[in-house]
């Protein structure tokens, strides 16, 4: 199945986890995000449907000045261009897990 991925580092991680708890983000459904993680840091696999969601709401946010009033502001704006800039992928994610936040 043709997915969107992107290497995330922990710091990363826990802002995004941060943006989904507070609901800044949309959360994913499960199957939508997916992670494979070595040493702490994760390469998410997002659902082509679900990418596309995220990226627009992200981008929302930045030119509404919400990250601009943050104190991470510049650690937002990467987290936006590593979403946006996720690469497409085809590889088998059978074994990777389902994103702990992902709602049933």
């Known amino acids: 199945m043709e997915m969107k991925k992107q290497l995330f ?9 941060s943006a989904f708890l ?3 983000f949309p959360k994913p459904n499960k199957g939508q ?6 040493n ?9 449907d679900y990418h596309e ?4 709401t992200i981008r929302q946010k930045y030119y509404e000045g919400q ?7 510049s650690e937002w704006n990467n987290i936006m ?6 690469e497409l992928t085809n590889e ?13």
């Open 22 to 24: 507070k609901n800044l």
């Open 9 to 17: 580092n922990s710091s990363e991680l826990g802002m995004l986890s």
């Open 33 to 38: 995000l997916l992670s494979k993680c070595v």
């Open 92 to 104: 088998d994610t059978t074994d990777f897990d389902t994103y702990w936040l992902s709602a049933d």
């Open 67 to 73: 990250f601009a009033r943050s104190n991470a502001e």
């Open 40 to 48: 702490g840091d994760c390469t998410l696999y997002f659902d082509l």
């Open 81 to 86: 261009i590593k979403v946006n800039t996720a």
């Open 53 to 56: 969601k995220l990226d627009l």
